[in-house]
C-alpha cells in the first residue's frame, strides 16, 4: 500500500483480555518496528524485524507482549492478560531496509489502546 | 543507553515568529537524528533526516542542523503559521533503533 497502514485505530478492552494489534508496511519494505507511546512521552522501542523473524525483541517489556511476521510482511503484536499500564498507543513502522545510515522509517497512524 | 532530551517542552509564539526547538542527545556514536511532526492523536511524520556525517539539512521553512561532537540538534522552522501547531519530536538513530525525546508542543497563535 501507499503508507503504514495499522489497525484498529482505537481499541478499548478490560483488564485481564488478550489483544491483537495489526500492521501493514508499505510494500517491498523488509524491515518492521514496533514503538510504544504513553501519553507526553517519546516513543520507546519494542521490537524489530528484518524479514520474517525479531532480529531483536530487546524492548518488550515482559512475557506477555509477543509479536510475529510470518510471512515478511503483516506484523501482528500480541498482548495477553492485558494490564491498565498497556494502555498506550502502539505505532509501527517499516522501512527499505535497517542498519544503514540513511535508513528513514515510515510511521503509521497507531493504535491507541485503553485498558478499563 | 542514548538519552535524548528536548527543550522546552512547550512553546507558544504568534504567527510569524521563527521557531526554535532544541535537541540533545548522550551518546554521539550515532547514524542519524531524525525530526518528526506528531498531530494529537496521531502517528509520526517525518520532516528531516541528518546523517551523521552532515551539518544541516533544509527542507522549505524548515532547516535542522547537528552538532555531534556536543550532542546537539536544532530544528529552526521559519515564518511560523498556524498550521505548523504540533508536537515535534527528535529521535537520535543507533543503528536500526531510534531513541526519541519527550517532543516539544507548539503552538502557534493567530
Known amino acids: 500500500g501507499a503508507g503504514v497502514s495499522q489497525t484498529p485505530s482505537n481499541k478499548v478492552t478490560e483488564k485481564g483480555k488478550y489483544v491483537e494489534l495489526r500492521c501493514d508496511p508499505i510494500?517491498?519494505?523488509?524491515?518492521l518496528y514496533w514503538y510504544r507511546q504513553s501519553l507526553g512521552q517519546g516513543p520507546e522501542f519494542l521490537i524489530y524485524?528484518?524479514?520474517?523473524?525479531?532480529?531483536?525483541d530487546s524492548g518488550l517489556p515482559n512475557d506477555r507482549f509477543f509479536a510475529v511476521r510470518p510471512e515478511g510482511s503483516v506484523s501482528t503484536l500480541k498482548i495477553q492478560r492485558t494490564e491498565r499500564g498497556d494502555s498506550a498507543m502502539y505505532l509501527c513502522?517499516?522501512?527499505?531496509?535497517?542498519?544503514?545510515?540513511?535508513?528513514?522509517?515510515?510511521f503509521g497512524a497507531g493504535s491507541r489502546l485503553t485498558v478499563l | 543507553k542514548q538519552e535524548v532530551t528536548q527543550i522546552p517542552a512547550a512553546l507558544s509564539v504568534p504567527e510569524g515568529e521563527n521557531l526554535v526547538l532544541n535537541c540533545s542527545f548522550t551518546?554521539?556514536?550515532?547514524?542519524?537524528l531524525q525530526w518528526f511532526r506528531q498531530d494529537p492523536g496521531k502517528g509520526l511524520t517525518s520532516l528531516l533526516l541528518?546523517?551523521?556525517?552532515?551539518r544541516e539539512q533544509t527542507s522549505g521553512r524548515l532547516n535542522a542542523s547537528l552538532d555531534k561532537s556536543s550532542g546537539r540538534s536544532t530544528l529552526y522552522i521559519a515564518a511560523s503559521q498556524p498550521g505548523d501547531s504540533a508536537t515535534y519530536l527528535c529521535?537520535?538513530?543507533?543503528?536500526?533503533?531510534?531513541?526519541f525525546g519527550a517532543g516539544t508542543t507548539v503552538t502557534v497563535r493567530a
Open positions: 513502522a517499516s522501512s527499505l531496509s535497517a542498519g544503514i545510515r540513511a535508513n528513514v522509517l515510515t
Open positions: 510494500s517491498g519494505h523488509t524491515a
Open positions: 551518546d554521539s556514536a550515532i547514524y542519524n
Open positions: 524485524f528484518q524479514g520474517t523473524g525479531a532480529a531483536d
Open positions: 541528518i546523517q551523521s556525517s552532515q
Open positions: 529521535a537520535a538513530s543507533n543503528d536500526y533503533k531510534l531513541s
